[in-house]
């Protein structure tokens, strides 16, 4: 009696142990202080948040050169963006939400959400 409850707990404790394997880990969004960067998959051994892509926002100060809503974009002759190592240049973007082109008039001084979309940067917010 005493050998069967024994295999039975380590049957049990076995079988949690490979679900959670199967599972892909855990979601660690709760464990501050744990170090998630360095964490690496036993199959690959790579990062497990290399696949993860980053969402990169950055703010910047423009003149509003032109606007065209019916193709859905605009220039602006915006100031240097330290973080994404531009200089002040005049260039075209996209406007995610047509609603934006209320507050994008030529000539007008804007502060602009900018906001990484595949390869392209994407007005997100207009200030």
């Known amino acids: 009696m005493k050998i069967t409850s024994t295999v039975s707990l380590i ?14 880990g855990m979601d ?38 032109a606007v065209d809503p019916a193709k859905g974009s605009v220039t602006l002759a915006h100031e240097a963006i330290p ?7 005049t260039m ?3 406007v995610k939400d047509s609603k934006l082109f209320d ?11 900018l906001t990484k979309q595949g390869s392209d940067y994407v007005v997100t917010a207009v200030q």
């Open 28 to 65: 660690h969004a709760g464990m501050p202080g744990m170090p998630h960067g360095d964490m690496k998959t036993a199959e690959t051994g790579k990062n497990m948040h290399d696949d993860v892509q980053k969402v990169s926002v950055h703010q910047a100060m423009a003149v509003v050169r």
């Open 11 to 24: 049957l049990a404790l076995s079988a949690s142990g490979f679900a959670i394997a199967q599972s892909g």
């Open 83 to 89: 973080d994404l190592n531009w200089p002040a240049m």
């Open 103 to 113: 507050k994008l008039a030529v000539g007008r001084k804007v502060t602009v959400t």
């Open 92 to 94: 075209g973007f996209v």
